[in-house]
DNA sequence: TCTACTGACGAACGGTGTTCGTGTCAAGTA
DNA sequence: TACTTGACACGAACACCGTTCGTCAGTAGA
């Protein structure tokens, strides 16, 4: 199974670790390895950890395709765009941080991805300028919430963790309850909705305030 | 200058040196050193890194003063609050990135954030659950907002790796300008926009998202 | 056939978080 | 006062990390 080293190669490998481990421990070393050579050898295809990331997260965004804007939908559409993008992004954990941290995103999967949003967003009546701002504040936001939800995921140890922050956080409250009424009394209500609510709360507040700030400009 | 180590001296070391730095360059060892002694004798009172950067995160949640709530300047109110902790994240390169990573914020002062903007939110009318829903949705966003600033304002290079893949993008654009009619067009718009204004525009889809979907519930 | 060049890669540099075992010193006890 | 106990300090080491340098092999072109 031994084959030429490829750019290509490179990120599909790295991203096939990623899938069932988390980012920190795709290494160069353990990319190498799985190629059954040096950490060095990489350096030829790819100019550094940073540039692979941005590869990586260009591959997993060519994976969403874009609808075609349809006017009357367009709200509806752009929701399921950002659900398939929290999908990918959750389903390689960690990945969703180099989404942040990327500045200009540079591939050509991300910039089809980009014109997709732009497109749903102006065929639905969105001006122009707010549009460009909420394109980029949508995609910001998704990004986080796959941030959230990859960590909930990972080696966090979800059930026991948190479990226990949970208890410590109560009996710290309760001590205090003056100080504390409406977390107290909101907790269970906090900490009882599914990360699939909160995602999908978040894209009607985000929708339907677009919506009215586009009616007021 | 020797002092005996405390947990708060190191963290307020750690935060002195995020202040000026950057969180990747603020080590164990760094720290130790600037405490003349070696990174072992750190873990006498922090568990972890990772336990460092949560105390970190309390202590500057701390420096947030939350406004007594008036019901008829709430979203004013919210804003001015999520204005401070966008301030204080950023003031301190790379701390965002903990805010959003930490699941359940355990630390004092976080709780006491959280009571302060859900008392924020309820005082506006916005029902429990909403409430609820909102509160998360904001800080995560806010949080994402902090950690693309902090991204440009650190060792990015802004005006020159930026300028390099912008340039890059519209090479690559105005080859199949049919491909992306939308980017083209707004692209001016996209990058002339400053962080503020982006986060202005935010703040505003939020609040007048979270009123609208609490109106209709 | 000889030459240039590209890709592969072993070794090493300078960093990282964390653990182990030893030392030191002060407080509590007899 | 003498002794014991326990908390804190810390040097050394472990197992990693990303990246660079210099060398080597093999191939495409002259």
Same mark, same amino acid.
């Given at each position: ?6 750019? =290509?190669?490179?990120?599909?490998? /790295? ?30 295809? *790819? ?10 997260? @260009?591959? !997993?965004l060519g994976m969403i395709e ?8 367009w709200q509806e559409q752009l ?24 500045? *200009?995103?540079?591939?050509? =999967?991300?910039?089809?991805? +980009?014109?997709?949003?732009?497109? !749903?967003? !102006?065929?639905?009546?969105?001006? @122009?300028?707010?549009? /460009?701002?909420?394109? @980029?504040?949508? /995609?910001?936001?998704?990004?986080? %919430? ?14 026991? @963790? ?8 109560? +009996? ?9 009424? =409406?977390?107290?009394?909101? +907790? ?10 909160? %995602?999908? %709360? +978040? ?9 009215? *700030?586009?009616? =007021?400009?």
């Amino acid at each position: 199974m031994r084959r030429a080293i490829t750019q =290509n190669l490179i990120v599909s490998i /790295a991203l096939e670790m990623l899938k069932q481990s988390d980012l920190d421990s795709v290494s160069m070393r353990r990319i190498a390895q799985s190629l059954s050579t040096g950490p060095a050898s990489l350096y030829a295809h *790819v100019s550094s950890k940073e540039e692979l990331h941005e590869l990586m997260l @260009d591959e !997993l965004l060519g994976m969403i395709e874009m609808p075609e804007p349809d006017p009357d939908r367009w709200q509806e559409q752009l929701k399921e765009v950002a659900r398939k993008q929290l999908a990918v992004l959750t389903a390689h954990p960690g990945i969703a941080r180099i989404a942040m941290e990327t500045t *200009v995103p540079t591939g050509p =999967n991300s910039l089809r991805h +980009g014109e997709g949003v732009l497109a !749903l967003l !102006l065929a639905g009546g969105v001006p @122009d300028r707010v549009a /460009a701002l909420a394109f @980029d504040t949508v /995609a910001q936001w998704v990004s986080a %919430f796959a941030v959230e939800v990859s960590g909930h995921k990972t080696g966090e140890i979800d059930q026991d @963790d948190m479990q226990r922050r949970m208890a410590q956080i109560e +009996g710290y409250m309760t001590e205090r309850a003056a100080e504390f009424p =409406n977390l107290i009394s909101l +907790g269970p209500t906090l900490s009882s909705t599914s990360a699939e609510e909160r %995602f999908e %709360f +978040g894209l009607e507040v985000f929708l339907t305030g677009i919506a009215a *700030v586009a009616r =007021n400009r």
